[in-house]
Structures are given as C-alpha cells and as structure tokens.
Nanobody, 120 residues
Framework: QVQLVESGGGLVQAGGSLRLSCAAS??????MGWFRQAGKEREFVANISRGGGRTDYADSVKGRFTISRDNAKNTVYLQMNTLKPEDTAVYYC????????????????WGQGTQVTVSS
C-alpha cells in the first residue's frame, strides 16, 4: 500500500503561479497523475510515466502547467502558471504501477487532495 501526500495548494490571484508536490511512500516508482475536482466529476489534469519520459496534459492546461518528477525523492510536481479562476478545485495526486492515462478510475492509489483557489 502506497501513501501519497500532496502539498502546495493555496489561494492565488489570477495570473499567478503555484507548485503542487506529491510525495509517495516507499521505493517503488509509480506512474503518477494529477486530477482536480470542482464539482461532481474528477477531471484529468496531467500525468507522467514512471521514468518521466512520457507526459500528457488536458487541453485546458497545456502550455500553462508542467508535470515533472524527482525519483530520488519519489515526488511528483505540478507547476501551475498563469492560473485562472476556472482552475479552482481540489487537486488530487494518483498513482499506479502502470501508465493509466486520463481515466481516474484506473488509478489504484490516491492522495487526500489539496485545495487550489484562484481569485479574479
């Protein structure tokens, strides 16, 4: 059982930046994803393969968000720039042994979430 701990959320003005972190317990490297939820549906944001060589982004965040990882720290980051009020949501980190793409139901492990609020 892996534990995921997110940090870095907060309140920021539109146009500002935040960096989210997700630290995974243990030494196993997982494919990681970031999702967000502002309403009923959990929405895909970005993901990264175990080695970091493959990344994918939702169209709504392309060019503004960057996902990266530091396997020495078993941590994944989400750098969020040019934030918009519509980016306001609870952001969740997810992990799985296999690359699972953009479908939240395919990820086995989830963090507790961190709130990101963007004011206009």
């Amino acid at each position: 059982q892996v534990q995921l701990v997110e940090s870095g959320g907060g309140l920021v003005q539109a146009g500002g930046s935040l960096r989210l972190s997700c630290a995974a317990s243990g030494r196993t490297f997982y494919a990681m994803g970031w999702f967000r939820q502002a309403g009923k549906e959990r929405e895909f944001v970005a993901n990264i393969s175990r080695g970091g060589g493959r990344t994918d982004y939702a169209d709504s965040v392309k060019g503004r968000f960057t996902i990266s990882r530091d396997n020495a720290k078993n941590t994944v980051y989400l750098q969020m720039n040019t934030l918009k009020p519509e980016d306001t949501a609870v952001y969740y980190c997810a992990a799985d042994l296999s690359y699972q793409g953009s479908t939240p139901g395919l990820y086995r492990y989830w963090g507790q979430g961190t709130q990101v609020t963007v004011s206009s």
